[in-house]
Protein backbone atom coordinates (compact mmCIF):
# COMPACT_ATOMS: atom_id res chain seq x y z
CA UNK A 1 0.00 0.00 0.00
CA UNK A 2 1.05 3.26 -0.89
CA UNK A 3 2.45 5.34 2.47
CA UNK A 4 0.04 7.60 2.97
CA UNK A 5 2.29 10.22 4.19
CA UNK A 6 3.64 10.50 0.52
CA UNK A 7 0.12 11.64 -0.60
CA UNK A 8 0.06 15.57 0.06
CA UNK A 9 -3.74 16.24 -0.45
CA UNK A 10 -5.27 17.74 -3.81
CA UNK A 11 -5.31 21.54 -2.52
CA UNK A 12 -8.64 22.71 -1.68
CA UNK A 13 -9.26 25.86 -3.87
CA UNK A 14 -7.93 23.39 -6.89
CA UNK A 15 -10.44 20.98 -6.25
CA UNK A 16 -13.35 22.50 -5.37
CA UNK A 17 -12.88 24.55 -8.83
CA UNK A 18 -12.51 21.60 -10.72
CA UNK A 19 -15.29 19.57 -9.57
CA UNK A 20 -17.55 22.75 -9.68
CA UNK A 21 -16.56 23.54 -13.29
CA UNK A 22 -17.76 19.15 -13.99
CA UNK A 23 -20.87 19.73 -12.12
CA UNK A 24 -22.07 22.63 -14.19
CA UNK A 25 -20.92 20.62 -17.35
CA UNK A 26 -23.48 18.30 -16.57
CA UNK A 27 -26.33 20.01 -14.42
CA UNK A 28 -26.42 23.25 -15.98
CA UNK A 29 -29.77 22.53 -16.86
CA UNK A 30 -30.92 20.26 -14.48
CA UNK A 31 -31.60 16.70 -14.17
CA UNK A 32 -35.17 16.17 -16.05
CA UNK A 33 -35.04 12.47 -15.30
CA UNK A 34 -34.07 12.64 -11.43
CA UNK A 35 -36.35 15.48 -10.95
CA UNK A 36 -39.65 13.60 -13.05
CA UNK A 37 -38.93 9.85 -11.71
CA UNK A 38 -37.60 10.71 -7.76
CA UNK A 39 -39.01 12.59 -5.27
CA UNK A 40 -37.04 14.58 -3.22
CA UNK A 41 -37.89 12.69 -0.01
CA UNK A 42 -36.24 9.04 -1.14
CA UNK A 43 -33.49 8.21 0.76
CA UNK A 44 -30.79 6.08 -0.50
CA UNK A 45 -27.55 4.10 0.18
CA UNK A 46 -25.77 3.02 -2.89
CA UNK A 47 -22.25 1.50 -2.65
CA UNK A 48 -18.83 2.49 -4.30
CA UNK A 49 -17.58 -0.87 -5.69
CA UNK A 50 -14.47 -1.60 -8.26
CA UNK A 51 -15.26 -3.87 -10.66
CA UNK A 52 -12.14 -5.06 -11.26
CA UNK A 53 -8.06 -5.19 -9.50
CA UNK A 54 -7.22 -1.09 -8.98
CA UNK A 55 -5.66 1.59 -7.24
CA UNK A 56 -7.87 3.54 -5.85
CA UNK A 57 -7.51 7.10 -6.13
CA UNK A 58 -9.88 10.06 -5.89
CA UNK A 59 -11.89 9.50 -3.13
CA UNK A 60 -11.39 13.11 -2.03
CA UNK A 61 -13.14 14.36 -5.80
CA UNK A 62 -15.40 11.87 -5.33
CA UNK A 63 -17.12 13.25 -2.05
CA UNK A 64 -16.68 16.75 -3.12
CA UNK A 65 -19.10 16.04 -6.20
CA UNK A 66 -21.86 14.75 -3.62
CA UNK A 67 -20.76 17.52 -1.29
CA UNK A 68 -21.84 20.40 -4.24
CA UNK A 69 -24.92 18.75 -5.01
CA UNK A 70 -25.96 18.24 -1.05
CA UNK A 71 -23.93 18.75 1.89
CA UNK A 72 -26.25 16.72 3.71
CA UNK A 73 -24.93 13.48 1.64
CA UNK A 74 -22.41 11.48 3.70
CA UNK A 75 -19.65 9.38 2.64
CA UNK A 76 -18.29 6.74 4.96
CA UNK A 77 -14.62 5.58 3.30
CA UNK A 78 -14.08 1.89 3.87
CA UNK A 79 -10.86 1.78 2.05
CA UNK A 80 -8.05 4.89 1.10
CA UNK A 81 -6.29 6.42 -1.62
CA UNK A 82 -3.44 4.28 -2.60
CA UNK A 83 -5.04 0.91 -1.63
CA UNK A 84 -4.95 -2.04 -3.64
CA UNK A 85 -9.13 -3.15 -4.34
CA UNK A 86 -9.99 -6.22 -6.01
CA UNK A 87 -12.89 -6.54 -8.26
CA UNK A 88 -16.30 -7.00 -5.62
CA UNK A 89 -14.50 -4.84 -3.04
CA UNK A 90 -16.55 -1.88 -1.51
CA UNK A 91 -14.46 1.01 -1.16
CA UNK A 92 -17.25 3.69 -0.13
CA UNK A 93 -20.84 4.05 0.80
CA UNK A 94 -22.80 7.30 -0.06
CA UNK A 95 -25.54 8.24 2.49
CA UNK A 96 -28.54 10.99 2.09
CA UNK A 97 -31.32 11.87 -0.34
CA UNK A 98 -31.04 9.72 -3.62
CA UNK A 99 -32.37 12.83 -5.96
CA UNK A 100 -29.10 14.43 -5.08
CA UNK A 101 -26.67 10.91 -5.04
CA UNK A 102 -28.24 10.27 -8.31
CA UNK A 103 -27.32 14.09 -9.79
CA UNK A 104 -23.48 13.89 -8.87
CA UNK A 105 -23.12 10.00 -9.26
CA UNK A 106 -21.79 10.24 -12.90
CA UNK A 107 -19.46 13.45 -12.51
CA UNK A 108 -18.11 11.61 -9.33
CA UNK A 109 -17.04 8.10 -10.92
CA UNK A 110 -15.67 9.94 -13.78
CA UNK A 111 -13.15 11.76 -11.99
CA UNK A 112 -12.65 8.41 -9.61
CA UNK A 113 -12.20 5.55 -12.86
CA UNK A 114 -9.79 8.44 -14.36
CA UNK A 115 -8.01 8.80 -11.28
CA UNK A 116 -8.18 5.03 -9.91
CA UNK A 117 -6.64 4.09 -13.99
CA UNK A 118 -3.78 6.71 -14.08
CA UNK A 119 -2.72 5.08 -10.02
CA UNK A 120 -3.34 1.39 -11.64
CA UNK A 121 -1.17 2.05 -14.54
CA UNK A 122 1.59 3.69 -12.49
CA UNK A 123 1.32 0.81 -9.83
CA UNK A 124 2.23 -1.49 -12.86
CA UNK A 125 5.61 0.48 -13.56
CA UNK A 126 6.15 0.93 -10.00
CA UNK A 127 6.07 -3.03 -9.64
CA UNK A 128 8.29 -3.73 -12.53
CA UNK A 129 11.32 -1.78 -10.97
CA UNK A 130 13.84 -4.68 -9.37
CA UNK A 131 13.01 -4.93 -5.99
CA UNK A 132 16.14 -3.07 -4.52
CA UNK A 133 15.95 -0.37 -7.22
CA UNK A 134 16.64 3.33 -5.91
CA UNK A 135 15.29 4.96 -9.22
CA UNK A 136 12.35 7.08 -9.47
CA UNK A 137 8.83 6.23 -11.67
CA UNK A 138 8.02 9.76 -12.37
CA UNK A 139 5.12 11.55 -14.76
CA UNK A 140 5.55 14.42 -17.26
CA UNK A 141 3.43 17.81 -18.33
CA UNK A 142 1.78 15.32 -20.45
CA UNK A 143 -1.70 16.33 -18.65
CA UNK A 144 -5.42 16.81 -19.15
CA UNK A 145 -5.83 20.20 -19.34
CA UNK A 146 -7.53 21.44 -16.11
CA UNK A 147 -6.83 17.95 -14.31
CA UNK A 148 -3.13 18.25 -14.00
CA UNK A 149 -3.14 18.39 -9.98
CA UNK A 150 -5.98 15.22 -9.91
CA UNK A 151 -3.70 13.37 -12.38
CA UNK A 152 -0.50 13.94 -10.80
CA UNK A 153 -2.04 12.71 -7.13
CA UNK A 154 -3.31 9.89 -8.89
CA UNK A 155 0.47 8.91 -9.66
CA UNK A 156 1.28 9.45 -6.29
CA UNK A 157 -1.55 7.19 -4.95
CA UNK A 158 0.44 4.53 -7.36
CA UNK A 159 3.64 4.90 -5.69
CA UNK A 160 5.27 7.10 -8.47
CA UNK A 161 6.54 10.90 -8.43
CA UNK A 162 6.00 13.99 -10.24
CA UNK A 163 8.04 15.84 -12.21
CA UNK A 164 8.11 19.78 -12.81
CA UNK A 165 4.46 21.11 -11.89
CA UNK A 166 4.64 23.58 -14.85
CA UNK A 167 7.06 25.62 -16.96
CA UNK A 168 7.82 27.90 -14.23
CA UNK A 169 9.05 25.38 -11.97
CA UNK A 170 12.24 24.39 -13.43
CA UNK A 171 14.56 24.52 -16.48
CA UNK A 172 14.13 21.65 -18.76
CA UNK A 173 15.93 22.61 -22.22
CA UNK A 174 14.19 20.78 -24.70
CA UNK A 175 14.85 19.44 -28.26
CA UNK A 176 13.13 22.58 -29.68
CA UNK A 177 14.44 24.89 -27.66
CA UNK A 178 17.99 23.73 -28.92
CA UNK A 179 16.56 24.03 -32.47
CA UNK A 180 15.30 27.40 -31.97
CA UNK A 181 18.92 28.90 -29.83
CA UNK A 182 21.15 26.90 -32.23
CA UNK A 183 22.96 24.70 -29.88
CA UNK A 184 23.05 22.59 -26.81
CA UNK A 185 25.93 24.35 -25.20
CA UNK A 186 23.88 28.13 -26.50
CA UNK A 187 21.05 26.82 -24.49
CA UNK A 188 22.36 25.60 -21.68
CA UNK A 189 24.73 28.87 -20.87
CA UNK A 190 21.49 31.08 -21.47
CA UNK A 191 19.78 29.04 -19.22
CA UNK A 192 21.91 29.24 -16.38
CA UNK A 193 22.61 33.16 -16.76
CA UNK A 194 19.38 33.60 -16.66
CA UNK A 195 17.38 30.80 -13.75
CA UNK A 196 17.81 31.25 -9.90
CA UNK A 197 20.34 30.32 -8.24
CA UNK A 198 18.27 27.77 -6.95
CA UNK A 199 17.19 26.21 -9.77
CA UNK A 200 19.20 23.32 -11.67
CA UNK A 201 19.62 22.86 -15.26
CA UNK A 202 17.99 20.03 -17.46
CA UNK A 203 18.69 19.09 -20.59
CA UNK A 204 17.06 16.75 -22.81
CA UNK A 205 19.73 14.79 -25.27
CA UNK A 206 19.03 12.21 -28.33
CA UNK A 207 22.12 11.40 -29.21
CA UNK A 208 25.60 10.76 -27.43
CA UNK A 209 26.85 13.93 -28.74
CA UNK A 210 24.51 15.82 -27.41
CA UNK A 211 25.53 14.31 -24.33
CA UNK A 212 28.86 15.02 -24.18
CA UNK A 213 28.16 18.79 -25.08
CA UNK A 214 25.69 19.10 -22.38
CA UNK A 215 27.88 17.37 -19.63
CA UNK A 216 30.74 19.81 -20.79
CA UNK A 217 28.13 22.60 -20.42
CA UNK A 218 27.18 22.20 -16.66
CA UNK A 219 24.29 20.40 -17.48
CA UNK A 220 23.02 18.96 -13.84
CA UNK A 221 20.72 16.40 -14.78
CA UNK A 222 20.17 15.58 -18.31
CA UNK A 223 17.20 13.42 -20.04
CA UNK A 224 17.83 10.85 -22.27
CA UNK A 225 15.58 10.97 -24.60
CA UNK A 226 14.78 7.60 -26.98
CA UNK A 227 17.72 5.47 -26.00
CA UNK A 228 18.22 1.97 -26.83
CA UNK A 229 19.28 -0.23 -23.91
CA UNK A 230 22.86 -0.32 -25.76
CA UNK A 231 23.03 3.17 -26.03
CA UNK A 232 21.63 3.99 -22.55
CA UNK A 233 24.29 1.76 -20.90
CA UNK A 234 27.33 3.92 -22.87
CA UNK A 235 25.86 6.94 -22.03
CA UNK A 236 25.39 5.89 -17.71
CA UNK A 237 29.48 5.31 -18.12
CA UNK A 238 29.41 8.48 -20.31
CA UNK A 239 27.81 10.37 -17.39
CA UNK A 240 29.91 8.60 -14.85
CA UNK A 241 28.23 10.34 -11.48
CA UNK A 242 28.68 13.94 -12.97
CA UNK A 243 25.06 14.49 -13.62
CA UNK A 244 21.33 12.90 -12.63
CA UNK A 245 20.00 10.90 -15.31
CA UNK A 246 16.42 10.87 -16.38
CA UNK A 247 15.52 8.08 -19.10
CA UNK A 248 12.01 9.33 -21.21
CA UNK A 249 10.93 8.00 -24.65
CA UNK A 250 9.98 4.41 -25.84
CA UNK A 251 9.44 3.66 -21.90
CA UNK A 252 7.33 -0.40 -21.93
CA UNK A 253 7.03 -2.47 -19.02
CA UNK A 254 9.49 -4.61 -20.45
CA UNK A 255 12.31 -2.31 -20.59
CA UNK A 256 11.80 -1.40 -16.70
CA UNK A 257 14.09 -3.77 -15.26
CA UNK A 258 16.53 -2.84 -18.28
CA UNK A 259 16.17 1.01 -17.79
CA UNK A 260 16.65 0.33 -14.04
CA UNK A 261 19.75 -1.92 -14.11
CA UNK A 262 21.67 0.49 -16.17
CA UNK A 263 22.52 2.82 -13.10
CA UNK A 264 19.75 5.49 -13.61
CA UNK A 265 18.18 8.04 -11.47
CA UNK A 266 14.25 8.58 -12.90
CA UNK A 267 12.64 7.21 -15.36
CA UNK A 268 9.65 9.72 -16.98
CA UNK A 269 6.55 8.11 -18.66
CA UNK A 270 3.99 10.51 -20.16
CA UNK A 271 1.70 7.58 -20.76
CA UNK A 272 0.81 7.51 -16.80
CA UNK A 273 -1.54 10.21 -17.83
CA UNK A 274 -1.94 11.04 -21.17
CA UNK A 275 -2.81 6.75 -22.18
CA UNK A 276 -4.05 5.59 -18.96
CA UNK A 277 -7.57 3.60 -19.25
CA UNK A 278 -10.32 4.54 -16.97
CA UNK A 279 -10.96 1.63 -14.66
CA UNK A 280 -14.24 0.30 -13.58
CA UNK A 281 -16.07 1.52 -10.98
CA UNK A 282 -19.40 1.16 -10.24
CA UNK A 283 -22.07 2.76 -7.59
CA UNK A 284 -24.40 -0.18 -6.79
CA UNK A 285 -27.85 0.56 -5.51
CA UNK A 286 -29.57 -2.12 -2.89
Same mark, same amino acid.
Given at each position: ?50 ? /? ?29 ? /? ?46 ? /? ?69 ? /? ?84
Amino acid at each position: MTDRRALPPIPLVVLDAVVRGALAEDLSRGDLTTDATVPQDVLGSPVLRAR /ERLVIAGLDVFAKAFALVDPEIQIERRRLDG /EVAEAGDVIAEIKGRANPILKGERVALNFMQRMSGVATATRRFVDALP /EDATMRITDTRKTTPGLRALERYAVRCGGGHNHREDLGAAVLIKDNHIAACGSVTTAIERARSHAPHTSKI /ECEVDTVDQLHEALEAGADIVMLDNFDDQTLADAVAIVAGRAFIEVSGNVTLERIPVIAQAGVHAISIGGLTHSSRSVDLGLDWS
